[in-house]
C-alpha cells in the first residue's frame, strides 16, 4: 500500500463510510445532509443525532490538507478569517500561509474582521449550552479549499487557550467545532503534512486502551479486538513515514499488551525498523492492503464511534476507516469466549457474508451396476485358500445404491471419470470387507497398528496408505519417494519388451502375466524430484501415485512400471501438500505461493487456481462428493472452495496457528481441522460454524482421521501420541440455529475430557499419518526419533 497519509483526506474529505472501508451506517439512522455530510475522518454526530457533547474535553479537528482553490466568495468570510487569526495568534506561519493561498486572501485582510465573545451563542443551541462548553461536532462538507466549512470556536469559559469565537450564520448552526487548548493544535499542522504527528501515535493508542478497558465488560471483549490491528498499522505507518524512534518507541510500550497467538507475528512485526524492510515483506504488504476483518455488535461499534468522534481521535479513526472491515451485527455482544474462539488468523475473522453461499455437501449417489457378489464372494475366498462357509447373496451391488441425499450435488454438477471394470471389482470387495467392518464406539475402540520408520536419516517427509490398506509410500528430504508393500504380495514391474515374448500364457488374468516375477521385492525407490517431497497420495485404483516436492513439480507415478509418468509444473516455489480426488482423475496442489491448483491427469495446465490465502497453503483435502477443496493455510484459516466454479464458498477462522491437518467426515457434513496450536477444531460445512473444539494435544496435529463410518476421530501429534475421540457425541444436538449462523454468538461445550475416548503414546515417534483400513482398524505412521 502506498503511504497510508497519501490522500489528503483527514476531516473534510466526504466520502460515505461503506467507501471507506467500514460498514455504511445502520438504516435506521439518517445520513448526514449534503450541506453537512460525514467526512471520512469523524462521521458527523449531530447528523446521526447522537449526543457528542463533551464539554470542554473535546480535542480540535484537524482541517484537512488544501485543496482546490475555491473562490472567497463561497466561503463564509467571517469564519475564515477567525481560523486564520487564530492561527496567527498560535503562531502556526505555515499552516496559516497555506490557507491564506489556497482561500486567495491577503495578508491585510486579516484584521478586517473582530470577533465579539457574545458571538457564542450562535454555537448550535442556546446561550447556556455555549456557555457550559458544549457544541455540535458536525463537519462541513470539505468541499472548496479544504476547505474551513468546519467553524473552528472555542468555548466561552474561563479555561487557558481560549483564542477567540467564530459567529456561525444561520443555517450552519451544525457545523460548529470545538477547538480548546494550545498543545493539541500540532494535531492540525500534521493534517497538511498529510500524516499524523508522529509523537502522539502513542497518546492515541494509550487514549483509546484506557477508554476499551473502563468500558462496561459487555463491550470490553468486543471493543478489545481493536488493539491488535490498530497496534500493527500503527506502527507500520510510523515506520513507512520514516520516524524510527518512535516507532521502536511504540512497539516497546505496546506489543506486549497484544494476544499471545499473534507473538509470531509481532517478531516479524519486530524486525521491520526501515521503510526499505517493509518493500520485500510479503506478509506485511497483505497486512497492509487487505481489510483486517473484525465483528462487532451495533452498541459497541456506536460507543466506539461516538469515543473516537467526541475526542476527535482522526488518526484512529481513519485507520479504522481504511485497513479494518468492521462486520456489524445486531443483538448482544459477544462475550470474550465466544470471541477467542474465532479470532486468530491473520485478517481477522471471515466476513459473515462469506460463509452464507449453498453447499451441497450431501453424497453422490453409488453408480448402479450388475456385478453378482455371490460370484465375486467365491473368488476372494479361493485366492485365500478357504472354504466358503457362508451362503453366498443374491442381490447385485446396484441394489444397496441408497436414495439420492438431498444435500447432495447433482450427479453430473462435475464430469467423473466413468468406472471400470477394475473399480468395480475394486467396489465389491470394499462392500464385502465393509460387511466384515467392526462397528467402533465408546465401548468398542479401534486396535492401532503403528508402522515406524526406523533409520530414517533421510528424513521423512510425508507418508500416505493405500484404501485398500496393501501399499505405504514415504516422501523424504533427500528427494526420494519410497513405497512398501505392507501384504505378503510383493511388488512388481512389467516385464521389459524382451520378455514379453516369454508371457505366461497359462495365466487368465492379463496384469498377472506381463509382471516380471524377477523385480518382485518389498520396496521400490523412485527417483525424479529434486528437493525434498513433502506431500505423497495413492490414487482410489491404486495403479498411480502424485508426489510434490521443493522443487516446485507434482509427479504422477504408474505403479505398474513403478516410473515417473509426468511432472507437472505450475507452482513457482515449494508444494507443500497434494491430493487425489476420491473419484481419481483430478487431484489438488497447495504450495508456497499461497494458491491451490486443481489439477486433471490428462491435462499439463491446472484446471483452476484457488487464490485467497494470505500466506502458504499447507495442507489439502478433497471433500467426499468431489465437488469441492479444503485448503488449510498458515495464515491460519481454513477455506473451502467450490470445484466447478472455482469461488470461495467457506472461510473458517479460529485456530491460533497455521493449518497441518484436514478431514472430512463420511457424511460429507462435518470437517475437523488440526494446527500448530495442539487444537483439533470441528465445523458445520452446511452452516458454516464451528460446533467443537477438541483440547489434548501438546504439539502440533499432522494427522486426522474419521474411522469409515464416522464414530472415532482419531488425531496424530508432533507430542508422540495418538489420541481417539468421540465423534458422535461430539456432533449430536448442535446449536445451529438462525440467530447462530447470523450472529456467530458459538457455545462451544468444555467437553474435550469427556470426548477423549483413549490416549496412546509412542516411545519416541511423532505420529504424521493416520489411516482407518475398510475393517476399522487405525493404522498409524511416523519416523522414529532418537532426540
Same mark, same amino acid.
Not at 445532509?33 to 469523524?42: G, N, Q
Not at 509523537?199 to 483509546?208: A, Q, R, V
Given at each position: 500500500?502506498?503511504?497510508?497519509?497519501?490522500?489528503?483526506?483527514?476531516?473534510?474529505?466526504?466520502?460515505?463510510?461503506?467507501?471507506?472501508?467500514?460498514?455504511?451506517?445502520?438504516?435506521?439512522?439518517?445520513?448526514?445532509?449534503?450541506?453537512?455530510?460525514?467526512?471520512?475522518?469523524?462521521?458527523?454526530?449531530?447528523?446521526?443525532?447522537?449526543?457528542?457533547?463533551? @464539554?470542554?474535553?473535546?480535542?480540535?479537528?484537524?482541517?484537512?490538507?488544501?485543496?482546490?482553490?475555491?473562490?472567497?466568495?463561497?466561503?463564509?468570510?467571517?469564519?475564515?478569517?477567525?481560523?486564520?487569526?487564530?492561527?496567527?495568534?498560535?503562531?502556526?506561519?505555515?499552516?496559516?500561509?497555506?490557507?491564506?493561498?489556497?482561500?486567495?486572501?491577503?495578508?491585510?485582510?486579516?484584521?478586517?474582521?473582530?470577533?465579539?465573545?457574545?458571538?457564542?451563542?450562535?454555537?448550535?443551541?442556546?446561550?447556556?449550552?455555549?456557555?457550559?462548553?458544549?457544541?455540535?461536532?458536525?463537519?462541513?462538507?470539505?468541499?472548496?479549499?479544504?476547505?474551513?466549512?468546519?467553524?473552528?470556536?472555542?468555548?466561552?469559559?474561563?479555561?487557558?487557550?481560549?483564542?477567540?469565537?467564530?459567529?456561525?450564520?444561520?443555517?450552519?448552526?451544525?457545523?460548529?467545532?470545538?477547538?480548546?487548548?494550545?498543545?493539541?493544535?500540532?494535531?492540525?499542522?500534521?493534517?497538511?503534512?498529510?500524516?499524523?504527528?508522529?509523537?502522539?501515535?502513542?497518546?492515541?493508542?494509550?487514549?483509546?486502551?484506557?477508554?476499551?478497558?473502563?468500558?462496561?465488560?459487555?463491550?470490553?471483549?468486543?471493543?478489545?479486538?481493536?488493539?491488535?490491528?490498530?497496534?500493527?498499522?500503527?506502527?507500520?505507518?510510523?515506520?513507512?513515514?520514516?520516524?524510527?524512534?518512535?516507532?521502536?518507541?511504540?512497539?516497546?510500550?505496546?506489543?506486549?499488551?497484544?494476544?499471545?497467538?499473534?507473538?509470531?507475528?509481532?517478531?516479524?512485526?519486530?524486525?521491520?525498523?526501515?521503510?526499505?524492510?517493509?518493500?520485500?515483506?510479503?506478509?506485511?504488504? /497483505?497486512?497492509?492492503?487487505?481489510?483486517?476483518?473484525?465483528?462487532?455488535?451495533?452498541?459497541?461499534?456506536?460507543?466506539?464511534?461516538?469515543?473516537?468522534?467526541?475526542?476527535?481521535?482522526?488518526?484512529?479513526?481513519?485507520?479504522?476507516?481504511?485497513?479494518?472491515?468492521? /462486520?456489524?451485527?445486531?443483538?448482544?455482544?459477544?462475550?470474550?469466549?465466544?470471541?477467542?474462539?474465532?479470532? %486468530?488468523?491473520?485478517?481477522?475473522?471471515?466476513?459473515?457474508?462469506?460463509?452464507?453461499?449453498?453447499?451441497?455437501?450431501?453424497?453422490?449417489?453409488?453408480?448402479?451396476?450388475?456385478?453378482?457378489?455371490?460370484?465375486?464372494?467365491?473368488?476372494?475366498?479361493?485366492?485365500?485358500?478357504?472354504?466358503?462357509?457362508?451362503?453366498?447373496?443374491?442381490?447385485?451391488?446396484?441394489?444397496?445404491?441408497?436414495?439420492?441425499?438431498?444435500?447432495?450435488?447433482?450427479?453430473?454438477?462435475?464430469?467423473?471419470?466413468?468406472?471400470?471394470?477394475?473399480?468395480?471389482?475394486?467396489?465389491?470387495?470394499?462392500?464385502?470387507?465393509?460387511?466384515?467392518?467392526?462397528?467402533?464406539?465408546?465401548?468398542?475402540?479401534?486396535?492401532?497398528?503403528?508402522?515406524?520408520?526406523?533409520?530414517?536419516?533421510? %528424513?521423512?517427509?510425508?507418508? /500416505?496408505?493405500?484404501?485398500?490398506?496393501?501399499?505405504?509410500?514415504?516422501?523424504?528430504?533427500?528427494?526420494?519417494?519410497?513405497?512398501?508393500?505392507?501384504?505378503?504380495?510383493?511388488?512388481?514391474?512389467?516385464?521389459?519388451?524382451?520378455?514379453?515374448?516369454?508371457?505366461?500364457?497359462?495365466?487368465?488374468?492379463?496384469?498377472?502375466?506381463?509382471?516380471?516375477?524377477?523385480?518382485?521385492?518389498?520396496?521400490?525407490?523412485?527417483? @525424479?524430484?529434486?528437493?525434498?517431497?513433502? @506431500?505423497?497420495?495413492?490414487?482410489?485404483?491404486?495403479?498411480?501415485?502424485?508426489?510434490?516436492?521443493?522443487?516446485?513439480?507434482?509427479?504422477?507415478?504408474?505403479?505398474?512400471?513403478?516410473?515417473?509418468?509426468?511432472?507437472?509444473?505450475?507452482?513457482?516455489?515449494?508444494?507443500?501438500?497434494?491430493?487425489?480426488?476420491?473419484?481419481?482423475?483430478?487431484?489438488?496442489? %497447495?504450495?508456497?505461493?499461497?494458491?491451490?491448483?486443481?489439477?486433471?491427469?490428462?491435462?499439463?495446465?491446472?484446471?483452476?487456481?484457488?487464490?485467497?490465502?494470505?500466506?502458504?497453503?499447507?495442507?489439502?483435502?478433497?471433500?467426499?462428493?468431489?465437488?469441492?477443496?479444503?485448503?488449510?493455510?498458515?495464515?491460519?484459516?481454513?477455506?473451502?472452495?467450490?470445484?466447478?466454479?472455482?469461488?470461495?464458498?467457506?472461510?473458517?477462522?479460529?485456530?491460533? %496457528?497455521?493449518?497441518?491437518?484436514?478431514?472430512?467426515?463420511?457424511?460429507?457434513?462435518?470437517?475437523?481441522?488440526?494446527?500448530? /496450536?495442539?487444537?483439533?477444531?470441528?465445523?458445520?460445512?452446511?452452516? @458454516?460454524?464451528?460446533?467443537?473444539?477438541?483440547?489434548?494435544?501438546?504439539?502440533?496435529?499432522?494427522?486426522?482421521?474419521?474411522?469409515?463410518?464416522?464414530?472415532?476421530?482419531?488425531?496424530?501429534?508432533?507430542?508422540?501420541?495418538?489420541?481417539?475421540?468421540?465423534?458422535?457425541?461430539?456432533?449430536?444436538?448442535?446449536?445451529?440455529?438462525?440467530?447462530?449462523?447470523?450472529?456467530?454468538?458459538?457455545?462451544?461445550?468444555?467437553?474435550?475430557?469427556?470426548?477423549?475416548?483413549?490416549?496412546?503414546?509412542?516411545?519416541?515417534?511423532?505420529?504424521?499419518?493416520?489411516?482407518?483400513?475398510?475393517?476399522?482398524?487405525?493404522?498409524?505412521?511416523?519416523?522414529?526419533?532418537?532426540?
Amino acid at each position: 500500500m502506498a503511504a497510508l497519509h497519501e490522500e489528503p483526506a483527514e476531516v473534510a474529505a466526504a466520502q460515505p463510510d461503506s467507501e471507506a472501508g467500514t460498514p455504511p451506517p445502520p438504516p435506521a439512522v439518517p445520513p448526514a445532509p449534503a450541506a453537512a455530510a460525514a467526512p471520512a475522518a469523524a462521521p458527523a454526530a449531530a447528523a446521526e443525532g447522537e449526543a457528542a457533547g463533551g @464539554g470542554g474535553d473535546a480535542a480540535p479537528a484537524k482541517p484537512a490538507a488544501p485543496g482546490p482553490a475555491a473562490s472567497p466568495a463561497a466561503l463564509d468570510r467571517q469564519t475564515l478569517v477567525a481560523v486564520l487569526q487564530f492561527l496567527r495568534r498560535s503562531n502556526l506561519r505555515e499552516s496559516e500561509e497555506i490557507l491564506r493561498r489556497e482561500a486567495r486572501l491577503l495578508g491585510d485582510d486579516l484584521g478586517a474582521a473582530a470577533l465579539s465573545p457574545s458571538s457564542a451563542g450562535l454555537l448550535g443551541g442556546s446561550g447556556s449550552e455555549a456557555d457550559s462548553g458544549e457544541a455540535l461536532l458536525g463537519r462541513g462538507t470539505g468541499a472548496a479549499a479544504g476547505a474551513i466549512g468546519a467553524s473552528v470556536a472555542t468555548a466561552a469559559t474561563s479555561s487557558p487557550g481560549v483564542a477567540a469565537v467564530a459567529a456561525v450564520p444561520a443555517g450552519k448552526v451544525g457545523s460548529a467545532v470545538v477547538v480548546e487548548d494550545q498543545p493539541d493544535v500540532s494535531a492540525v499542522l500534521s493534517a497538511y503534512n498529510q500524516q499524523g504527528d508522529p509523537t502522539l501515535y502513542e497518546e492515541y493508542y494509550s487514549g483509546l486502551k484506557h477508554f476499551i478497558e473502563c468500558s462496561l465488560d459487555c463491550h470490553r471483549a468486543e471493543l478489545s479486538q481493536l488493539f491488535y490491528p490498530l497496534f500493527v498499522h500503527m506502527y507500520l505507518e510510523l515506520v513507512y513515514n520514516q520516524h524510527e524512534s518512535e516507532a521502536k518507541s511504540f512497539f516497546e510500550r505496546f506489543h506486549g499488551d497484544q494476544e499471545c497467538y499473534y507473538q509470531d507475528d509481532l517478531r516479524v512485526l519486530s524486525s521491520l525498523t526501515k521503510k526499505e524492510h517493509m518493500k520485500g515483506n510479503e506478509t506485511m504488504l /497483505d497486512f497492509r492492503t487487505s481489510k483486517f476483518v473484525l465483528r462487532i455488535s451495533r452498541d459497541s461499534y456506536q460507543l466506539l464511534k461516538r469515543h473516537l468522534q467526541e475526542k476527535q481521535n482522526n488518526q484512529i479513526w481513519n485507520i479504522v476507516q481504511e485497513h479494518l472491515y468492521i /462486520d456489524i451485527f445486531d443483538g448482544m455482544p459477544r462475550s470474550k469466549q465466544q470471541i477467542d474462539a474465532m479470532v %486468530g488468523s491473520l485478517a481477522g475473522e471471515a466476513k459473515r457474508e462469506a460463509n452464507k453461499a449453498k453447499v451441497f455437501f450431501g453424497l453422490l449417489k453409488e453408480p448402479e451396476f450388475d456385478v453378482p457378489l455371490d460370484d465375486e464372494d467365491e473368488e476372494g475366498e479361493n485366492e485365500e485358500g478357504k472354504p466358503k462357509k457362508k451362503k453366498p447373496k443374491k442381490d447385485n451391488v446396484g441394489s444397496k445404491s441408497k436414495k439420492q441425499d438431498p444435500n447432495a450435488p447433482p450427479q453430473n454438477r462435475i464430469p467423473l471419470p466413468e468406472l471400470k471394470d477394475s473399480d468395480k471389482l475394486d467396489k465389491v470387495m470394499n462392500m464385502k470387507e465393509a460387511a466384515r467392518r467392526v462397528r467402533l464406539g465408546p465401548e468398542c475402540l479401534p486396535s492401532i497398528c503403528f508402522y515406524t520408520f526406523l533409520n530414517a536419516y533421510q %528424513g521423512l517427509t510425508a507418508v /500416505d496408505i493405500t484404501d485398500d490398506s496393501s501399499m505405504i509410500v514415504g516422501g523424504f528430504a533427500d528427494s526420494t519417494v519410497r513405497v512398501w508393500s505392507v501384504t505378503p504380495k510383493k511388488l512388481r514391474s512389467v516385464k521389459t519388451a524382451a520378455d514379453l515374448s516369454l508371457i505366461d500364457k497359462e495365466s487368465d488374468d492379463v496384469l498377472e502375466r506381463i509382471m516380471d516375477e524377477k523385480t518382485a521385492s518389498e520396496l521400490k525407490i523412485l527417483y @525424479g524430484h529434486s528437493g525434498p517431497v513433502y @506431500g505423497t497420495s495413492f490414487s482410489p485404483d491404486r495403479n498411480y501415485l502424485l508426489s510434490c516436492s521443493e522443487d516446485g513439480t507434482v509427479r504422477l507415478w504408474s505403479l505398474q512400471t513403478f516410473t515417473c509418468l509426468v511432472g507437472y509444473k505450475g507452482h513457482n516455489y515449494p508444494v507443500w501438500d497434494t491430493q487425489f480426488s476420491p473419484y481419481g482423475y483430478y487431484f489438488v496442489s %497447495g504450495g508456497h505461493d499461497r494458491v491451490a491448483r486443481l489439477w486433471a491427469t490428462d491435462h499439463y495446465q491446472p484446471l483452476r487456481i484457488f487464490a485467497g490465502h494470505l500466506a502458504d497453503v499447507t495442507c489439502t483435502r478433497f471433500h467426499p462428493n468431489s465437488n469441492y477443496i479444503a485448503t488449510g493455510s498458515a495464515d491460519r484459516t481454513i477455506r473451502l472452495w467450490d470445484v466447478l466454479n472455482g469461488n470461495c464458498v467457506r472461510i473458517f477462522t479460529g485456530h491460533k %496457528g497455521p493449518i497441518h491437518s484436514l478431514a472430512f467426515s463420511p457424511n460429507g457434513r462435518f470437517l475437523a481441522t488440526g494446527a500448530t /496450536d495442539g487444537r483439533v477444531l470441528l465445523w458445520d460445512i452446511g452452516h @458454516g460454524l464451528m460446533v467443537g473444539e477438541l483440547k489434548g494435544h501438546t504439539d502440533t496435529i499432522y494427522a486426522l482421521r474419521f474411522s469409515r463410518d464416522g464414530e472415532i476421530l482419531a488425531s496424530g501429534s508432533m507430542d508422540n501420541t495418538v489420541r481417539l475421540w468421540d465423534a458422535v457425541k461430539a456432533f449430536e444436538d448442535l446449536e445451529t440455529d438462525d440467530f447462530t449462523t447470523a450472529t456467530g454468538h458459538i457455545n462451544l461445550p468444555e467437553n474435550s475430557q469427556d470426548l477423549l475416548l483413549g490416549t496412546y503414546m509412542t516411545k519416541s515417534t511423532p505420529v504424521v499419518h493416520l489411516h482407518f483400513t475398510r475393517r476399522n482398524l487405525l493404522l498409524a505412521a511416523g519416523a522414529y526419533s532418537s532426540q
